[in-house]
């Protein structure tokens, strides 16, 4: 899946403190998903998601204020430990908002893994803004999740 020209992508690459099976399966088991996902002060209700190729998922998500909301897809390629890439779209989605697909791949590095996340295509600048705030956060809250002992 590559990008086109002029493409409205995000490109994050994050370096995290465990093994590639370790930080996919952080991605992937939905015990573990619920536990770090969306941005700072969100929590994860409800789930429904089992990677596999053709199956569909479900999150919903809670913000600090405010009534929840649910970001569904389709998951286009599992391949553990190695990498994940779903299609990523919002229930009830702002006029901005597109399906976009995520694609992950995780790297050994030393006794850590680098996390390639690009997604795309965004329909303007703002909503791959407000994308790029969520996934940092969540990289942050991720980071703090794989560092517990």
């Known amino acids: 899946m590559t990008a086109r020209v002029g493409e409205l992508t995000l490109e994050l690459d994050r370096v995290l403190p465990a093994a590639p099976p370790v930080v996919f399966r952080a991605f992937s088991a939905p015990d573990a998903l619920a536990k770090w996902w969306g941005p700072e002060g969100f929590v994860i209700p409800s789930l ?12 919903e998500m809670q913000p600090p204020e405010g009534d929840a909301f649910y970001l ?14 779903y299609t990523f779209a919002w229930e009830d989605p702002d006029p901005d908002d597109v399906e976009t697909v995520v694609e992950l791949s995780f790297r050994a590095r030393g006794d850590s893994t680098e996390v390639v996340l690009t997604q795309r295509c965004f329909k303007t600048e703002g909503r791959r803004e407000l994308h790029r705030n969520g ?15």
């Not at 089992?50 to 999150?59: C, F, K, M």
């Not at 569904?72 to 890439?85: C, I, M, R, S, Y």
């Not at 940092?136 to 560092?147: P, Y």
């Open 135 to 149: 996934w940092m956060d969540s990289l942050e809250k991720l980071e703090r999740f794989l560092s517990r002992p």
């Open 72 to 85: 569904t897809g389709e998951f286009k390629q599992v391949d553990p430990p190695a990498g994940l890439a």
């Open 48 to 59: 429904e998601f089992q990677p596999r190729v053709g199956e569909t998922y479900r999150i």
